[in-house]
């Protein structure tokens, strides 16, 4: 009866012990896949980043509203601050609900650009719908115009755009 | 007997459970310490920023004003002919060149402790041909660097050889 009694509690342990083990193993595992699955979502997130900003380039800065044909990938803002009286007509097209340039380097004093303080100013904005439009995807872009001497101009700036058409 | 054989079956079973755990914990620690090594992310975002300086109009006239040089031409000019001077300030090309780049590094990567970019590394260089040993031209640097960032280059022809001017950046998060 002693016997038996010792078998069952030895049988018991045993099992105590194996499900440690699988735990302790699950465990561990779990935390290398967590390792390895954060890793690769620090590169998917630079992805997605990287994606949207050649979207937007992509997408705006060859069209033909915007674009400087001397260098590829530039934008004439001479073309946009003249076209900023007419973006809400082009928002159905663009599918944005912002859209605005931003001139970074030289730095400038910050204020909106209109047709009486153009060049003398900081950001051109297009549109911008009332509603929530979250954070806007941006990209670094040359802002070409030509200066008063006829010269052409480019200096580094940005395009920021946000909505159905920049995913 | 049979309970001192089951005993030892137990520590038996113990013993390959701690040696099993160890290993696995060891090799756990292999890959995180690895992942904690140099992680280098090419960035699109980068790539755009030094095309577009590339092409940013300076305030530098190398031949007359106001036909003023791209940044593109201010590195050309400062690889090949260093003690050309800029008109109308009278300044070295390649002492523009440097004031220039922090200028617009400030401006475009702010970093700092309250920035998400920790420091940046500039770097541009000529490379003769392909898999040849470059010659650095400028190298400028900001903030505290760690093992993770994120980086692309960005050539340019050099006019008068058959090289390039390489620009590196590598901004440090």
Redesign the interface.
């Known amino acids: 009866m002693n016997?038996w009694i010792?078998?069952g509690q030895?049988k018991i342990?045993?099992m105590a012990?194996?499900l440690?083990?699988i735990m302790?193993?699950f465990v561990?595992v779990g935390?290398?896949f967590i390792?390895?699955r954060v890793?690769a979502l620090?590169?998917s997130a630079?992805n997605l980043?990287?994606?949207a900003?050649?979207e937007i380039?992509k997408r705006l800065a060859n069209t033909p509203e915007f674009i400087w044909s001397d260098?590829p990938?530039?934008v004439d803002v001479d073309k946009a601050i003249v076209l900023k009286a007419h973006a809400q007509e082009y928002e159905d097209l663009w599918k944005l609900d912002y859209l605005a340039f931003e001139f970074?380097?030289?730095?400038r004093n910050k204020s909106e650009c209109d047709l009486v303080n153009y060049p003398e100013c900081s950001t051109i904005t297009l549109i911008k719908d009332s509603g929530e439009y979250g954070v806007a995807n941006s990209?670094?872009?040359?802002l070409?115009y030509w200066?008063k001497?006829g010269?052409?101009?480019?200096?580094?700036?940005k395009i920021y755009a946000s909505g159905k058409g920049i995913k | 007997m049979i309970r001192k054989k089951g005993q030892e079956e137990i520590v038996g079973f113990v013993v390959i459970v701690v040696i099993v755990s160890v290993i696995i914990a060891i090799l756990l620690g292999i890959v995180i310490s690895k992942d904690k090594s140099e992680v280098s992310v090419e960035s699109e975002e980068i790539y755009q920023f030094l095309e577009s300086f590339v092409q940013t109009t300076s305030k530098c006239a190398l031949t007359f004003e106001p036909d003023y040089a791209t940044m593109g031409e201010i590195i050309n000019e400062c690889y090949s002919d260093s003690g050309k001077s800029c008109s109308p300030s009278n300044e070295k090309v390649c002492s523009y060149l440097n004031s220039s780049l922090k200028e617009i590094l400030e401006d475009s990567w702010p970093v700092g402790k309250e920035y998400s970019n920790k420091g940046y590394i500039m770097n541009i260089d000529y490379v003769p041909k392909e898999d040849s040993i470059s010659q650095p031209i400028t190298t400028f640097f900001e903030g505290n660097c760690s093992l993770q960032y994120l980086q692309n280059e960005y050539s340019l022809r050099e006019s008068k050889s058959k090289g390039n001017l390489e620009i590196s950046l590598k901004i440090c998060v």
Do not use: H, R, W
């Open positions: 016997y010792n078998k030895m342990q045993q012990f194996v440690v083990a302790i193993f561990l935390l290398l390792t390895l890793g620090n590169k630079q980043k990287d994606d900003a050649k380039v260098c990938g530039c970074v380097y030289p730095s990209a670094y872009v040359s070409c200066d001497d010269y052409n101009k480019c200096e580094l700036g």
